[in-house]
């Protein structure tokens, strides 16, 4: 593998005619409306009180089809925020994140469930795990196979002063994870993974949305979709999406463009900074469409939040943090790519970011790869394999680790930042270099087509590599992910 770090197989990526500014967002495509038309809904009606210990109250109506082969008991859902809670299950008070994600100190939030109902009628639901992120609802009657219901649910969240996905500080209000999802359900049984502290421990299927968020005068919601105002409340609806998430805050500076038909909008503190975003956004589009393939989703917002990290991405939303955009420069530029990449690999291909985090965050890192080919040249995409991908194959680490490692086999954040980033890579780069970045992107462009809306599993990307490559990559893929290195 290191010799095949040697060079790369020279490819022109051409970049595509600048777009002009237009104020409306396209419209869905009618692949995704046909696509999500068959998809669960989740409808949420969300009142904004800042003064008010408990800033969120919600009432939401999930309609739901079991299609699981199973009849069910139980309805599992997943709201991430109770592990806010406790200072021992959050996963922003580990010992590496507590002091940059509690400056002030530990500050408890999370969801509170106020009622449940199916059918008009009642039914149990009672939090099922230690940190409150599993709400297992019990019905009067089994779900059957094949048989839809409509879940009503209301609750209220309190936001913890927190700087994480989940959090308010510096008068913005951070709702990643938050609005209750249908678990997965593979095997037999639901998944319900621990939040950890390490990777983004979050695995769910697409839904439709229709969002409606009333606030005080002065603010804004900015969220996964284009919002639009009806008589004060702000609406946003969009199809296919695998969760959705707000940030609210007091009227940030916004600047609005498109890239290959993609609306993009971007929110910071300052016009500046919004523009900032916005140009690299729009380089960054270009580049991975002409590599994967087209978007599914008509439109991403990036926006500005007191983030500790450099970046977050949610479907059609990424958070970008602040102290990056700061440093602004290469920093900048990489978390925007990166995270940008991200509605390829995990939001319109979903997959498994909890037992297969490579999947998705060596794929965005092999998106950064070519975005500086295409942008600066062989010279520079050279530059950061020889500064990060290669000496990550040389670090000494636990000889248990494999890009293959669940999160919780991660001890912190370097750990996993070289495993799955660095070596998870690694195998991309050479696979470029074995077969060439046309036959490799040929590949990744039919994944991200054919597997759109879906969780996707590793033979699903190995397929499609293999059948791009003519020859059977899974004896490749198999030895490397699962094989520690000494």
Request: proline share 5%; with cysteine.
């Amino acid at each position: 593998m290191t010799r095949c770090l040697a060079g790369l197989t020279a490819v022109l990526i051409l970049l595509a005619v600048i777009c002009p500014v237009c104020c409306e967002a396209p419209a869905e495509s009618s692949r995704l409306l046909d696509m999500s038309d068959a998809l669960d809904d989740i409808a949420v009606d969300l009142t904004f009180s800042p003064d008010t210990e408990d800033a969120i109250q919600a009432e939401q109506t999930l309609r739901l089809t079991n299609l699981t082969g199973d009849d069910l008991t139980d309805i599992v859902l997943r709201s991430m925020t109770g592990a806010y809670l406790t200072q021992a299950t959050s996963p922003a008070a580990s010992a590496e994140l507590m002091t940059a994600c509690y400056p002030k100190g530990f500050d408890p939030g999370g969801v509170s469930v106020l009622s449940c109902l199916i059918l008009e009628e009642d039914c149990t639901w009672a939090w099922t795990d230690a940190a409150r992120t599993v709400l297992t609802v019990t019905p009067a009657h089994p779900w059957k196979q094949g048989e839809t219901l409509t879940l009503v649910l209301t609750w209220k969240a309190r936001i913890p002063c927190c700087r994480s996905r989940f959090g308010h500080t510096d008068g913005a209000w951070v709702l990643g994870n938050c609005i209750p999802l249908p678990a997965v359900y593979q095997d037999g049984a639901f998944r319900t993974d621990p939040f950890v502290s390490v990777g983004d421990p979050f695995l769910s299927a697409c839904m439709n949305w229709h969002v409606r968020v009333h606030l005080p005068d002065g603010y804004a919601a900015v969220g996964s979709a284009i919002p639009r105002m009806q008589a004060g409340t702000t609406i946003f609806e969009a199809h296919g999406l695998r969760d959705f998430t707000l940030v609210v805050c007091a009227s940030p500076a916004h600047m609005q463009g498109t890239a290959e038909g993609i609306s993009i909008d971007c929110y910071a503190s300052d016009t500046a900074r919004a523009q900032s975003l916005l140009t690299l956004a729009e380089n960054a589009l270009r580049v991975h469409t002409a590599a994967f393939g087209p978007l599914i989703y008509p439109g991403v917002t990036l926006i500005e939040t007191d983030f500790p990290f450099s970046g977050m991405e949610y479907p059609r939303l990424v958070l970008i943090g602040r102290d990056v955009l700061d440093a602004g420069g290469d920093d900048l530029e990489e978390t925007v790519v990166h995270e940008l990449a991200h509605q390829w690999f995990a939001m319109q291909v979903g997959s498994d970011s909890f037992c297969h985090a490579w999947q998705d965050e060596a794929l965005c890192e092999y998106a950064y790869l070519q975005y500086l080919k295409a942008c600066y040249g062989e010279a520079r995409m050279q530059k950061k394999i020889t500064s990060f991908i290669a000496p990550s194959l040389r670090m000494r680490l636990s000889a248990s680790l494999t890009p293959e490692s669940p999160l919780d086999a991660f001890r912190d954040l370097r750990e996993y930042s070289l495993v799955v980033y660095g070596r998870g890579t690694a195998l991309f780069v050479a696979l470029d270099e074995a077969l060439g970045t046309q036959v490799l992107c040929a590949g990744l462009s039919d994944y991200c087509a054919d597997c759109a809306l879906r969780i996707a599993d590793p033979f699903d990307l190995i397929t499609a590599l293999s059948r791009a490559a003519q020859t059977d990559l899974t004896p490749l893929f198999s030895e490397y992910l699962a094989t520690p290195r000494r």
